[in-house]
Structures are given as C-alpha cells and as structure tokens.
C-alpha cells in the first residue's frame, strides 16, 4: 500500500511464491500444481539463474552423469537413457527444461529475489529484480550454491598464485602441471584431488579434521540416520551441516585406489598462507601455485532476513519444513531435506502443510 491506502500498481498477488527452481523448487511447484494451484494465479515460481537445470547448470564439466551417485528424479517423471558421460550440468539441464514443459510450471527467470519482508494483511512482499509480488505463503528453495563458504586464514591476501572455491572449479586440465593446495574434507575436495593429480605437478590435501572414510555400502538406513542428525540441529536453530560431516566420506572404488596412491593423505590444517604457500607453526611449509578451497556452502537465505527467522545459534528453527517463527514460511531443501530425494519429500511436506494454512479445499493427491 502506498501511503494514501492505494496498492501500489505493480505489486501482484499470489498465494505462494516459489524462490528458486532446483529440484526443490520444481517439487514443490508440482505438489502444488497437484493440489490444483494455478501457475500465475495462485503460484509463481522465480529463479535468478539464466536456464533450468538449478546448481546443476554450474557444476564442472568433468562432473559427468555417470559420476553423480544418488540422484533421484523429480516427482512424476522419470530421467531415463541419459548418456553417463555427459556433463551432469547438461543432462539434468534437459531434464528441467522438458519437466518444466510437461507440468506447465512457468518458471520466471532471470529474477533475483532480493527481500522478503512483513507485507500488509499478514501477507509477505517478496521484492525482486522483476517487480513486487504479496503472498500469503512462500516457499524458499534457494539451495546452497550462491553462498559459497570461504574461511579467511593469515596472510590469504598475500598469496601470488591464484585462489579459487568448488563453486568456480573448472576441471582437472586447468591444474596441468601446477602445485596444487586442496582444502577442505568433504566429497568436492575428495573429487577434486582424485581429478586432478594425474594432471598436477604436485597435490596436498588439508583439513581442519581428520577426514572419516565410513566404509561398506551407503545404505538406506545410515542415509536415514545421517538426515536424522541434521533435524535434530535445525530443531535446536543450529546451522545445518554438510551430510558428509555426519555421514562421513564414501568409499568407491576410486577412493580406495587414491588412498593407496597416496593422493588421498591428508595434512591438517596450515597456519598460515605466505606469498609462495602455506605454512605451519611447526615449521613446515609447502609451496603452492594453487590454493583449491573446497570448503563447502552455506543456505543462501540472505534475502530472508527482514523477517528475522535466524536463531542466536545462527540457524533457523524448523518443524518440520516449516520455519518455527512463521507459518508462512518454508524452507525446502534446507538443512536435513538437501538433497534430490530429501527435496522432493520436504516439497510434497510444504505444500501440505501450506494447502492447511490457507486453508483451501483439498484435492486428492
Ligand atoms: C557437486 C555436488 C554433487 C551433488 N551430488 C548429489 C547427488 O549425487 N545426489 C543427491 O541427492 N544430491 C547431490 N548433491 C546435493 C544436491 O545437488 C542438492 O541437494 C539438490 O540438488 C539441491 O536442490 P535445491 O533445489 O535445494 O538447490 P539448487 O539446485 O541450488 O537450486 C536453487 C535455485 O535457487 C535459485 N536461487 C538462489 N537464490 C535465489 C534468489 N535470491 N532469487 C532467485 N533465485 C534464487 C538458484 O538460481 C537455483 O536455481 C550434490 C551437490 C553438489 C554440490
């Protein structure tokens, strides 16, 4: 409203905005599709990347399909045939694209969703680079992949050779004969070193702690217990942690082989980083053209905080899908639910529970 009580022309309203259009986004756009909402008139999905496919369409080339372990289709449609030596960006990619189609989701892209605040009549305004929308819910499934995480350590800005995050690797070739620092103990940092030391004059893996390798199968029931764990933390308002830290490193046949090479031997953390390295208190040091920091990535909801749903803890308190200080809110793909198959089940959560709270007729699912 402006101030003589007029609504403002270009805000639209919605009974939920989607934020974001990974395998998230797209769940939860098809749950609600399901339950008979209109795209455009009752929902509008929005996303800030150029085309479908979400954090997928970045990944590194050399990430192809065949590497990707556990990927789940989205709800309703299969992803059969795809070639596992294509580029996971490209296929997945496709895939979106011909889902999208298929259920009619409209998403609206490039827009950047840049504040979420208290609107009026217990509405939320979502302000983007595309205009205002007023909705009466909103589902945020923004993932991880624009909020790289970059810890800073003594002397970074001294460093002369180049240093760059998972979020921007480019494969393997880029490291030809180069000296290479690998930091950071989850799976990236693994892929990262087994790609790129037949390439690399040399390699040096580091870590805060030491890396857990958790052999024997990745089963359904420590799948189960590892998701387990990361509720309990967001329950608490305490950030998520990556499913590795909890899970610990698979251990493929590729690891095994890496691990008797040597390539998987781990330093633990430097001290300091000088202008030709990194360097311990202890007095060692290696010297390095490369600094890889594979240090993971935080929840990007930075557009959130208007509505000031972050916990001393510095999380979000959830129940459920449901942000605890807002009933209006859900976070999909948030914390326990990151990942393909936890998305689509925390996206059909959301939109039940969202079909309660406006309380509209139910369709049969
Ligand atoms: C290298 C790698 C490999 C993985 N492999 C697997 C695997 O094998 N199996 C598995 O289950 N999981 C895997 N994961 C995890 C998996 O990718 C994710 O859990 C899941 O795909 C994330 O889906 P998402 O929709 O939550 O996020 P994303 O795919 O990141 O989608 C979020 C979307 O939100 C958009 N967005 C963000 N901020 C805004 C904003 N402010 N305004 C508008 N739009 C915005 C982005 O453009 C993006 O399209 C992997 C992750 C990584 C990093």
């Known amino acids: 409203m402006n ?21 998230a986004g797209l769940s939860s756009a098809y749950h609600l599709r ?48 795809a070639d596992p030596a294509r580029p996971s960006s490209e296929v997945i990619g496709a895939y979106f694209t011909a889902y999208e189609q298929r259920f009619d989701l409209r998403v609206r892209r ?49 460093f002369l050779g180049r240093q760059l995050h998972t979020a921007v690797y480019p494969g393997p070739e880029a490291f030809r004969g180069q000296r290479v620092v690998v930091v950071g103990g989850g799976a990236s940092g ?25 052999d024997g199968p990745f089963d359904e029931g420590r799948g189960r217990a590892a998701v387990a764990l990361v509720e309990d933390r967001v329950r608490q308002g305490l950030p998520p942690q990556s499913v590795v830290s909890v899970t610990g490193l698979a251990v493929t046949d590729a690891v095994r082989e890496a691990r008797a090479n040597g390539v998987l031997d781990r330093l633990p953390m430097f001290d300091r980083i000088t202008p030709t390295g990194v360097e311990w208190d202890d007095g060692r040091t290696v010297e390095a053209d490369v600094i890889l920091w594979a240090t993971g990535f935080r929840a990007a909801v930075d557009h959130l905080a208007p509505l000031r749903l972050r916990e001393p ?31 689509n089940r925390a996206g059909r ?14 369709v049969p699912a």
């Open 3 to 23: 101030d003589i009580g007029v609504r403002d022309a270009d805000v639209t309203d919605v009974d939920v905005v989607v934020v974001g259009a990974g395998q």
């Open 349 to 362: 959560a959301a939109v039940r529970d969202i079909v309660r709270l406006l309380e509209r007729e139910p």
């Open 34 to 81: 399901r339950r008979g909402f209109e795209p455009e008139r009752d929902f509008v999905v929005l996303d800030h990347a150029p085309r479908p496919g979400g954090a997928w369409q970045f990944r590194w080339p050399s990430l192809t399909y065949g590497k990707v372990h556990g990927m789940h289709a989205l709800p309703g449609m299969e992803l059969t045939g």
């Open 110 to 158: 490039p827009v950047d969703v840049r504040r979420v605040s208290e609107g009026d009549g217990g509405r939320l305004l979502v302000e983007t680079s595309a205009g205002t929308w007023s909705t009466r819910a909103l589902i945020n499934a923004t993932g991880t992949w624009d909020k790289p995480f970059w810890p800073r350590y003594p002397g970074q800005e001294t």
């Open 190 to 214: 693994t892929q990262h070193l087994m790609e790129i030391a037949p390439y690399a004059a040399g390699t040096w893996w580091v870590t805060r702690r030491p890396p857990v390798f958790a």
């Open 313 to 343: 803890g510095g999380g979000i308190r959830m129940d459920g899908t449901r942000a605890a200080a807002d009933p209006r809110v859900h976070l999909v793909g948030y914390g326990p639910s990151a990942s393909t198959i936890g998305a």
